[in-house]
């Protein structure tokens, strides 16, 4: 869902690019054209067609070439109006790349532009959370770090415009329901990061309820069977290890956690 509202956000610019580069309106329309409200747009040839080397590296969905087309950007056209969508699409890459810690450099870099831009922001979320290692001498601070990205992306989205007018609004309401279930999972990862698993089980059931999927439930299963609670963690074993369907991973968890659960 995450990767339809990026390209949703490149239609948009790709669409203010192709409008830019296409109409020129003739000296008896620039009064009319200068009342309209000024949106984002390349400010020559050459910048939009950096921009569209951007937008089509990340629609083919290439980490180095959107890389490579991001640092272009930002390097030849430093006023660029969207500096914090290439810098968003460069942290992205990186992450897909396995580079977390680029990732969370260029992320805190488009923060600096944004600090709403409610991506960067599960993103970063995500990162802290799956990344943060128990023996860590930081790891407070990590946690602590995570929880206010990821209660911060659940407040955003709550009030945010959608980044493409061509979205439809149920399709617009779907996707923020998903991607707030998903910082309510990364928080439920943080909580279990801190052996609190009430709030862990608190923070699984409300992702698991928002955006009904596997891997939510295997998690709050495994949470009420570290917090003792092996009768709610057997039940949602049994269902999800029901369906022939399960992904390989997510049934060995859940093979596990009964197990645990089963014992006396």
Not at 153 to 169: M, R
Request: net charge neutral.
């Amino acid at each position: 869902m995450k990767r339809m509202i990026l390209t949703g956000t490149l239609a948009l610019a790709t669409g203010l690019s192709c409008l830019m580069a296409q109409q020129a309106p003739p000296a008896k329309q620039g009064q009319a054209a200068q009342a309209q409200p000024k949106g984002p747009a390349p400010k020559s040839q050459a910048e939009g067609q950096a921009l569209t080397e951007l937008f089509n590296a990340a629609n083919a969905n290439n980490p180095d070439a959107i890389i490579k087309a991001a640092e272009d950007l930002l390097t030849k056209f430093a006023d660029t109006d969207f500096k914090e969508a290439a810098l968003m699409f460069e942290a992205q890459a990186y992450k897909q790349k396995g580079d977390t810690d680029k990732a969370q450099i260029f992320g805190e870099r488009v923060l600096e532009v944004n600090p709403k831009n409610f991506q960067t922001t599960l993103m970063l979320g995500e990162i802290l959370a799956t990344h943060t290692r128990e023996n860590d001498l930081d790891k407070e601070e990590k946690l602590s770090k995570a929880e206010k990205y990821l209660n911060g992306t659940i407040e955003n989205l709550k009030t945010v415009a959608k980044p493409n007018p061509q979205i439809a609004d149920q399709q617009w309401e779907d996707a923020k329901k998903q991607l707030t279930a998903e910082a309510h999972n990364d928080l439920g990862l943080v909580a279990l990061d801190r052996k609190k698993y009430d709030v862990a089980i608190t923070e699984f059931k409300i992702a698991n309820d928002g955006d009904p999927q596997a891997t939510y439930a295997v998690r709050l299963a495994s949470a009420y069977q570290q917090a003792g609670k092996n009768q709610e963690a057997l039940e949602i074993c049994d269902k999800l290890l029901a369906d022939p369907q399960l992904h390989p991973a997510i049934k060995n968890v859940a093979t596990s956690v009964k197990a645990a659960a089963s014992k006396k």
